[in-house]
């Protein structure tokens, strides 16, 4: 069982910077592939960003690409979130989530997710 909680979510202008972390629960937290979906107001939940247990591979989805940079510290159990550059199409509730599945980006694929943090970009 792993529980995860969000942090650093909040308001920030149109080219700002956030920083989101994640801590999680538990000694098993290496053993986890871990992720970053968000979900605006009648949208779906949608992929954002992913790491492997080592912290060896990450990946990115297009629209954040060269903006977020996701990392982890496994000595601390916590997953931590960049945000750079930020947009107004950035708003969102940000969740992290964990997996014991290998690179995917799929949200059915993750167990264990986070309570959500708030993120408004305004223009």
């Known amino acids: 069982q792993v529980q995860l909680v969000e942090s650093g979510g909040g308001s920030a202008q149109a080219g700002g910077s956030l920083r989101l972390s994640c801590a999680a629960s538990g000694r098993t937290f290496s053993r986890f592939d871990m992720g970053w979906f968000r979900q605006a107001p009648g949208k779906e939940r949608e992929f954002v960003a992913h790491i492997t247990r080592c912290g060896a591979t990450t990946n990115y989805a297009d629209s954040v690409k060269g903006r977020f940079t996701i990392s982890r510290d496994n000595a601390k159990n916590t997953v931590y979130l960049q945000m750079n550059s930020l947009k107004p199409e950035d708003t969102a509730v940000y969740y992290c989530?964990?997996?014991?599945?290998?690179?995917?980006?799929?949200?059915?694929?993750?167990?264990?997710w986070g309570q959500g943090t708030q993120v408004t970009v305004s223009s």
């Open positions: 989530a964990a997996t014991i599945v290998v690179l995917s980006t799929t949200p059915d694929m993750y167990d264990y």
